[in-house]
Every structure is written in structure tokens, then in C-alpha cells.
């Protein structure tokens, strides 16, 4: 599962505006203890037959289920079977069924077995039953907004602009909702499905496609075979109109299901995956297990992407255009997660929710891996930098435990502990241990447990049988334990012993104990030491140095995962900058100058480095910084600005390059902004629209339509967002909808650009815009499940909606026979019942 926060906006908002959330504590053993789920079954093998009611919206279904007792003698078995109607339960000996008592109440299937049987003894229960998704109870959460198990998607067709389509989502305990299985992790099965459905439509499910058979009135059936065990959370169904793009890995079909729309543009999307395949295949030493590999992209889709084996199913975000990919594959880091499940995840799956790690924690930090392999070490750093700031910026996790069995629902520990924190957690072990031991032992983890399940310990155990090191301090610390080192340090220098002493503070409740890289710059240079800071409050460390030192810079390298308070001068920053290799110190030294004085020689002379940085994402923060308003930045920035907006490799930095020379305001640069208007890229369309309208406010309405913002960013709506609402661009009213939805929170990291948001929020109230007032709606109704549980917040919103209800009630008035109006309004009505 890739999560995907909603609203990247609102939640930095939220984590760093001047709210106060209650924190839930909890302090382990002492409240609650989730433990592994009980075998009492092992389930051997599931056989389903399915059709779909588009009418209904439910499925009928046939399921032969093979299994037996997992140790212990036992005459019953217990399904899950969330929200279903069961019509018959029989045993089926060689076809020959014989009715079973059976008691289904509360979610559960209870089924008495005509007798006691033994271990490793198999039978085959046959139960005929009606799925029924919009009778099940349980909700979603932060990761995964909705649990309903199986999602009809504008299934009776009434939505010209939204295609018809089924998909299923199991993780975490929602397959139960489409087939009675038992709905644990800890639970693996081979499988099979015949699914018959509209003869237009196209299927997809895990394993390989056995058969195809047209039936009558225009239906076929379709058999899905799963010859590997797996765990029944990565059971798929998925149905459509879709395009399939055909590709391959060695001799392995890899397959991509998009609208026929981006068919054009599904190997631009998703064509890294045979590579991907290959690199992680090699970097493991095990090959990608499975039969095939395939990736849909579902419309609705209640989270980021999920890793149904064989079958990964992405968002909708996933598709996207040349103006868009020009720029960057925004969704690459998810295809490169996803793909990893199917090693950490699917081949070996974490026991329980509790060491949801082993899966989420892996599945982030393959994105490192491939960003490393692909662009280079700096563009990884720099992904694992905002990754971690998603743990950082929230001080509610600093208490919560990477392995977790106090959480009050399943569904929290899907949070940036497990995924961003995880992630950094094995960059830390990783290099540590060095590459060729952590390899090594992640591959004997995932021999030693194929197609079974695991824990964290067992990972510990496969990495110290490789190493022959003890590793219990480093997994009670960051697996077993909480938060982060936090550190500050102070330097004397000795001119006799010419010596510099290095006092390192940690100033959180527990102290850690961790390797640290220091960088002494003595006449200009660094010399690196790497020390062990023990687990204690203060750490002292001495260097040789021929004068006192120009420069102390503590985690030089950006491996340790802590919080680091420093104040440094702007020339020991260039300093830093210039001489540094790693990522994270060139970054701490840009980001540290943006409150220093705009005419200081050692700033400039820093943003100047920067712009010709080899890596891309500094020439472009760097350009976000300067200002060329400063005459002495200018003076001697503006030549080395205009060739950047001309003529950088990188689209992105052209466009920050085009909106530093827009704050001009200067005339001269209409030309180069005519043409980024015509050019592909839209990040360059939107910095040249923002310089037109500086420049000639007259032009922009007619200029806004030539960008596609389908699927664009947060950063391209907010840079958009106050000339679209300005010059109120019909077209670009539903682009908008996700960004406005939080115009409260905006306000608070930024007045102007909320202020935008909130006129937008009132336009598209007051508007008969179907598609843009359903994206408000919901957009708010995804994201409750992410907020902190504060009344405050749900007032607010809920208050919001209420407004934004009254608007609509305007519009009726005066368009009673508006065919739309009331679907708006219902849409409302639904988003303020779920805040209540």
C-alpha cells in the first residue's frame, strides 16, 4: 500500500499552525496488547465464481474453500463475512455436497463441520452468497479512506465524463466483504476466480488468465489462476473498459490497464517496470517470484496504490499527460514501491498489523534504492529528506513505536512511523552494516520465510546471521522504542594541544546511541571522523585542528534520522555549500540563508554556486530564493537566471527560473513567456501564465485553457490558483477543488494564497459545477479520517460545508430545473453528515 496523504497543503498547515490536538498515549502492555492473530485454520486453497448486479451494486458468488485444521482437533470453522447474505453452506466431497449448519451474525460466518477433523486433514466447504458492500459497517482510515471491500464505480452508467468499473481493495481486512475467507494477514492460500462479466469489459486478477469463455448475452468468463500461496488481503478483482499496453520482463508478461485516453502515454507512465523488475531482482539475488506482472489504474480509488499480487491497482493520479511527464512521472516512486511489496509484502508478509513494517517500511525505502539506481544519490537523499519531513513535522508520532502493539485500530499504524520513519530507519541500518551485508541479509530474510510470514525479529535474525554482529541495541532503540535524537553541540579549541573539543547534547527523554559523521573544516577544508555517541545525555569528542575551526557540521553525511539545532554564519554556510558532497548539507546551507541579509556577499555568492549545482532540485530552490527586486542579486544573478530559464535540462528549472524573472514585473521577458505559454511542460505554462499576468493582465483569460490540469500537483494549482480564480476560468474550476476544499488551513501558512483559495471555495459554491463541488466534497470526506480528533477542526469544516450548503441552495433557487444542482447538494449534505 503506497499511502497517500490528502492534501499536502492542509496537513502541513495542520502540523505547523498554532491548532492543539489532544495526542492519544498509550504506554503499551498496560492498556492493550494486539497479538498475532490465532491459527486455529489453515486455509489451503479458494475457488470463487463471481458475477456483478450493476444495478444492485453486489456481486453474487460461489466459494469452494479448502482447508484444515492448523494444529489442533477442531469440528468448526470460522469465517469472516462482512455485510454479505449466505445462502447455502455445504461440504463438497468430489462434487457431492451435503448441507452444513452454519450461523452468520456480526460479520462472522460460523460453520459446524459434519466432523472432527485433524491436522493436515483437508476438507472443501462450498457456500453460495451475495456480496453486499454498501451493508458493510467498517470505516476506513489515514491510509485507506473507505473499507468497503468491493467499489462499484459509476456502475449504472449515469456519469458521461466517469467510466463504468469494478475494483476491489482487501487491505487491511476488506476482502471479507466480497468472499467469506479468514481476514488475517497470517493467513495464506492458493486461488482461483471465474469472473463473468459484459463481454466490452476487460479483467484482471492475480496470477495468470487460464481461460476465457464467451457465454450468452454478451457475457464472458474469465479464469484467474494464483498457483502461490498468498495472504487473502491481496485477493484482486478489477473490471473495465481499459486499455492493456502490453510489455515484458525477461519472458514475464508486464501489463499496464489504463483509460484508453493515456493509452498514448502508459509506457511513459509505467515503463520503468521491466528495469524495475530487473534491478530489484538483482539487488535482492532473488528473482521477482511471480508469474506476471500488472498494474490498473482505478477511478475513485480510496488510497494511493495497493500491491495485489500480481495485480497492483494505482489511483487515478497515476495517469498522466506529456505536459505532465515532462516535468517529472510524478507516480514513479509508486511503481516503484508497489513493485517491492511483491518481495516485502507479498513473498514474505508481516504476521500482523503490528509489524506492518516489514512490508511498508521495505516498500518505502525501495524507493530510495530505485532513485539511487536511476538518477543518482542526490535525488535520493533528496526524496528521503521530504519523506522523513513527513515524520518530523509531526510531533504526535515522536511516542509511537516502529513495531507497535498498543495501537487502538489496525488502521493506525499506516502513518509516517511505518513508512517515512521505517523507510530512513533501514537507510540508517543499511549503511551501517554496509551495502554487501544488508543485501546479504535481506536475502537470506526472504529465503528463510518465502510465501509465509514474518516479524521484525526474524529480519534482526537473518542480518545477524550474516554480519555475526549483535544488532538488539540497534531494534530496541528505533523498532521497539519511539522518537528521534535530538541534538545541539558547542566546540572549544585548544591553540596548545591544537585541538578542538566537540560536545554533542541530546536533549530528547531517551537517549540513543548512534554513529555520527563530523565535518571539521580547518583552513577551508573538511576532514571527516566518524565518533560513537553513547546513549547519554552529553558526548564529548576531540580533533586535531591547526587553528581554531571554520566550520563544525554534525551529520555531515545525512544518514542519522534526528533533528539538529545550529546557527551558523551565511560565509560558513558557503562554506559548507561549496565543499560539501552530500545532498543534506548543501541543502541545510541553501534553506539556512533565506532569513539572512538579501545584500550579503556571502549569500550571493551562495545562490550563484547553487544555480549551477549539478543537482536540480537546488538550482531550483535556489531560484525560488533569490530576488531579483535586490539590486545587488541582480546584479549578479539575473544573466545566469535568464540562461536557466532558457536553456536547463530540467523543465522544473526552467519554470523556477521564468517566475523568478515574472517578480520583475519587467516587460522585456513578455517573449520568453509567450513562449513557455506554446511550450509542453505545463510547471514552464503556469510560471509564464503567472509573468503574463504580472506583465499584462488582459491576456491571461484567454491563455488559461492551454494548460491541462488534470491530475496536476499541489505546487502547479497553488502557483495557478489565484489567476484562476481571478479571472474565474470555467475550465480550470474543478482543477482547483482539491486546494480550495482547505482554504481555512491554508490561511495559516500562507494569508494571500488562502484567501485565494477561500474565493475559489465561494465560486464553486455558488456555481452549478458538478465535477468541481463533488471534488470539494469529496475531498473533505477522504481526508476526516486523516485529521487529528479535534472538535475544533470538525466544527470548522463542518461550518464550512454549511456555508457552502446555503450558497447551493442559492443556485436552485434560481435554476430550479437544474438536472445537476441537487446532486451538488446531496453531495454537501453527505460531507456535513460525516463531520457531525
Known amino acids: 500500500m503506497k499511502k497517500i496523504l490528502i492534501a499536502a497543503l492542509f496537513l502541513g498547515a495542520i502540523f505547523n499552525s498554532n491548532f492543539t490536538f489532544a495526542q492519544t498515549e498509550t504506554s503499551g502492555r498496560e492498556a492493550v496488547y494486539r497479538a498475532t492473530h490465532t491459527k486455529t485454520t489453515e486455509l489451503k486453497h479458494t475457488k470463487l465464481k463471481v458475477s456483478f448486479d450493476y444495478q444492485k451494486e453486489q456481486m453474487n458468488g460461489e466459494e469452494w474453500l479448502t482447508a484444515s485444521p492448523f494444529f489442533y482437533a477442531t ?30 451474525k456480526n460479520d462472522e460466518l460460523k460453520i459446524t463441520l459434519d466432523k472432527t477433523y485433524q491436522k493436515n486433514q483437508d476438507y472443501t466447504i462450498y457456500i453460495k452468497y451475495t456480496a453486499r458492500p454498501s451493508e458493510v459497517k467498517q470505516e476506513g482510515s489515514a491510509a485507506i479512506n473507505d473499507a468497503k471491500g468491493l467499489y462499484f464505480i459509476n456502475a449504472q452508467g449515469k456519469d458521461p465524463d466517469k467510466p463504468t468499473q469494478i475494483w476491489t481493495q482487501g487491505e487491511t481486512e476488506s476482502s471479507s466483504a466480497w468472499f467469506p475467507t479468514i481476514d488475517k494477514p497470517n493467513q495464506k492460500t492458493t486461488q482461483e476466480i471465474y469472473m463473468t462479466v459484459p463481454d466490452k469489459y476487460v479483467t484482471l486478477s492475480n496470477g495468470i488468465l487460464k481461460d476465457s469463455k464467451k457465454e450468452g448475452n454478451s457475457l464472458r468468463t474469465d479464469h484467474w489462476v494464483m498457483d502461490k500461496r498468498h495472504s487473502t488481503y491481496l485477493f484482486f478483482m478489477g473490471v473495465g473498459d481499459f486499455a492493456v499496453v502490453k510489455d515484458k520482463w525477461r519472458n514475464i508478461p508486464v501489463d499496464y490497464y489504463v483509460e484508453k485516453e493515456y493509452e498514448p502515454y502508459a509506457k511513459q507512465i509505467f515503463g520503468n517496470t521491466p528495469e524495475m ?15 506476471k506482472y500488472a498494474q490498473m489504474v482505478g477511478r475513485d480509488y480510496v488510497s494511493g496504490a495497493m500491491e495485489n499480487t500480481t495485480a497492483t491497482l494505482h489511483g487515478e493520479s497515476a495517469q498522466q499527460k506529456p505536459g505532465d511527464l515532462i516535468d517529472e ?26 509489524n506492518l513494517t516489514v512490508n511498508e517500511s521495505f516498500a518505502n525505502y525501495s524507493e530510495y534504492l530505485w532513485e ?31 513495531v507497535r502493539f498498543d495501537y487502538a485500530s489496525r488502521e493506525d499504524v499506516f502513518d509516517a512511523v511505518t513508512y517515512n520513519k521505517g523507510g530512513g530507519i533501514l537507510h540508517m541500518l543499511r549503511n551501517y552494516l554496509g551495502d554487501d551485508a544488508f543485501f546479504a541479509g535481506l536475502n537470506d530474510y526472504l529465503k528463510s520465510n518465502e510465501y509465509q510470514n514474518g516479524e521484525a525479529h526474524q529480519l534482526r535474525l537473518s542480518l545477524e546471521k550474516v554480519t555475526g554482529k549483535d544488532l538488539n541495541w540497534f531494534f530496541n532503540q528505533w523498532y521497539f522504542g519511539s522518537g528521534n535524537p535530538k541534538l545541539n553541540y558547542t566546540s572549544t579549541y585548544e591553540p596548545v594541544k591544537k585541538q578542538v573539543t566537540v560536545v554533542i547534547n541530546q536533549s530528547q527523554d531517551q537517549p ?28 564529548t569528542f576531540t580533533f586535531d585542528s591547526s587553528k ?8 555531515a553525511d545525512g544518514i542519522l534520522l534526528s533533528e539538529i539545532t545550529e546557527t551558523k554564519t551565511p560565509e560558513q554556510n558557503l562554506l559548507q555549500f561549496t565543499n560539501s558532497k552530500e545532498f543534506l548539507s548543501r541543502y541545510r546551507a541553501l534553506s539556512a540563508i533565506k532569513e539572512a541579509d538579501a545584500k550579503n556577499p556571502a549569500v550571493i555568492k551562495l545562490l550563484a554556486a547553487a544555480l549551477k549545482d549539478p543537482f536540480f532540485r537546488l538550482r531550483e530552490q535556489a531560484l525560488e530564493q533569490i530576488d531579483l527586486s535586490n539590486a545587488d542579486q541582480a546584479k549578479a544573478l539575473t544573466s545566469e537566471v535568464e540562461k536557466l530559464a532558457s536553456n536547463d535540462p530540467k523543465t522544473l528549472v526552467q519554470a523556477a527560473a521564468v517566475s523568478a524573472l515574472a517578480k ?15 511550450g509542453v511542460s505545463n510547471a514552464v505554462k503556469a510560471s509564464s501564465l503567472a509573468g503574463i499576468a504580472e506583465i499584462d493582465p488582459t491576456k491571461v483569460a484567454a491563455l488559461l485553457d492551454k494548460i491541462d490540469l488534470d491530475n496536476a500537483s499541489d505546487d502547479l494549482i497553488s502557483k495557478l490558483l489565484p489567476i484562476i480564480v481571478k479571472n474565474k476560468s470555467e475550465k480550470q474550476m474543478p482543477a482547483i477543488g482539491t486546494t480550495v476544499a482547505f482554504y481555512p488551513f491554508i490561511k495559516f501558512q500562507n494569508p494571500t494564497l488562502g484567501k485565494s483559495a477561500e474565493e475559489g471555495y465561494n465560486w464553486i459554491m455558488s456555481s452549478d459545477n458538478l465535477k468541481a463541488t463533488e471534488k470539494v466534497t469529496k475531498i473533505l470526506v477522504q481526508a476526516k479520517s486523516q485529521m487529528p480528533d479535534n472538535p475544533q477542526v470538525k466544527m470548522m469544516i463542518s461550518q464550512m460545508l454549511k456555508n457552502g450548503l446555503a450558497k447551493k441552495m442559492e443556485v436552485l433557487k434560481n435554476k430550479p430545473n437544474s438536472p445537476t444542482v441537487n446532486q451538488q447538494i446531496d453531495a454537501i449534505n453527505k460531507a456535513i453528515e460525516a463531520f457531525k
Open 277 to 291: 523488475i530487473e534491478f530489484y531482482s538483482k539487488k535482492l539475488g532473488y528473482d521477482y517470484p511471480w508469474a
Open 512 to 539: 540513543f546511541q548512534f554513529p555520527l559523521a563530523i565535518d571539521v573544516y580547518d583552513n577551508g577544508k573538511p576532514k571527516r571522523s566518524i565518533v560513537w555517541v553513547d546513549a547519554k545525555a552529553k558526548n
Open 75 to 104: 469440528n468448526e470453522l470460522t469465517l469472516d463475512a462482512k455485510g454479505m447474505l449466505i445462502h447455502e453452506v455445504a461440504l463438497d466431497k468430489g462434487g457431492s455436497t451435503s448441507p452444513l449448519k452454519f450461523d452468520c
Open 372 to 402: 539511487e539506481y536511476k538518477y543518482g544519490k542526490d535525488n535520493a537523499d533528496y526524496h528521503l529528506m521530504n519523506d522523513l519531513s513527513g515524520y518530523i513535522n509531526n510531533p504526535g508520532l515522536f511516542k509511537k513505536d516502529l
Open 548 to 555: 581554531a575551526p571554520d566550520l563544525i557540521n554534525i551529520n
Open 664 to 678: 520583475t514585473k519587467n516587460a522585456k521577458y513578455t517573449p520568453l513567456f509567450e513562449k513557455g505559454i506554446n
Open 329 to 354: 512521472n510524478k507516480w514513479e516512486d509508486v511503481i516503484a514501491h508497489e513493485l517491492f511489496h511483491h518481495w516485502f509484502g507479498d513473498l514474505v508478509t508481516a504476521e500482523s498489523w503490528s
